[in-house]
């Protein structure tokens, strides 16, 4: 079992930035794919990012160029940095791990998004 615990969200402005963490409790976080996404209400949950051990990132056609996937896998942490935030990118965000040797998925409790003036 994996334990991920997501932070970082808040109500931001317009055209602000936030900066989200997530901590994964296992001891072989380098075999996960890691990834960030979002669920808005009455909305299906979409693709945020994601990225492999070795640093390959995929985004959402919605973010890309706007949010930033990163990870750090000394620290067991993935990180999504997101800048010039928009109304619509108000949703929570979970994190997500994927296990590339099998088909376990595991996700965050989510963490708030909102950007509103």
């Known amino acids: 079992q994996v334990q991920l615990v997501e932070s970082g969200g808040g109500l931001v402005q317009p055209g602000g930035s936030l900066r989200l963490s997530c901590t994964a409790s296992t001891s072989i976080f380098s075999q996960f794919v890691m990834g960030w996404y979002r669920q808005a209400p009455g909305k299906q949950r979409e693709l945020v990012g994601t990225i492999t051990r070795s640093g390959s990132e995929n985004y959402g056609d919605s973010v890309k160029g706007r949010f930033t996937i990163s990870r750090d896998n000394a620290k067991n942490t993935v990180d999504l940095q997101m800048i010039s935030l928009k109304p619509e990118d108000s949703a929570i965000y979970y994190c997500?791990?994927?296990?590339?040797?099998?088909?376990?998925?595991?996700w965050g409790q989510g963490t708030q998004v909102t950007v509103s003036s």
């Open positions: 997500n791990a994927q296990y590339i040797y099998g088909r376990d998925v595991y």
